[in-house]
Nanobody, 123 residues
Framework: QVQLVESGGGLVQAGGSLRLSCAAS????????MGWFRQAPGKEREFVAA???????GYADSVKGRFAISRDNAKNTVLLQMNSLKPEDTAVYYC?????????????????WGQGTQVTVSS
């Protein structure tokens, strides 16, 4: 069993930065692929970024070059650094975990989810 708790969301102006953190509890965190997803009002949940056990990463086209995902296995933490934020980045951001090797982008494959943290970008 893995429990995930996100933090770091908030209100920021367009062009600003935020760093989201996901604290994981449970065994074998090092081997899990970790992902970030987001869901805006009236829209489906969408993939943002993922990182696998050995640091391989994947990003949605909409965030490439602006967001960076990283992990600290010693601290059981995954970070999402978000730069050059745009109003369209406004959403609830969720951390997720799956016991798979690859960089997983499909939300249905993830087994564990956090409660989400709100990110609002004003224009």
């Amino acid at each position: 069993q893995v429990q995930l708790v996100e933090s770091g969301g908030g209100l920021v102006q367009a062009g600003g930065s935020l760093r989201l953190s996901c604290a994981a509890s449970g065994r074998s965190f090092n081997w899990y692929t970790m992902g970030w997803f987001r869901q805006a009002p009236g829209k489906e949940r969408e993939f943002v970024a993922a990182i696998n056990w050995n640091g391989g990463t994947g990003y949605a086209d909409s965030v490439k070059g602006r967001f960076a995902i990283s992990r600290d296995n010693a601290k059981n933490t995954v970070l999402l650094q978000m730069n050059s934020l745009k109003p369209e980045d406004t959403a609830v951001y969720y951390c997720a975990a799956v016991n798979m090797i690859g960089v997983v982008i499909d939300s249905f494959r993830y087994d564990y989810w956090g409660q989400g943290t709100q990110v609002t970008v004003s224009s």
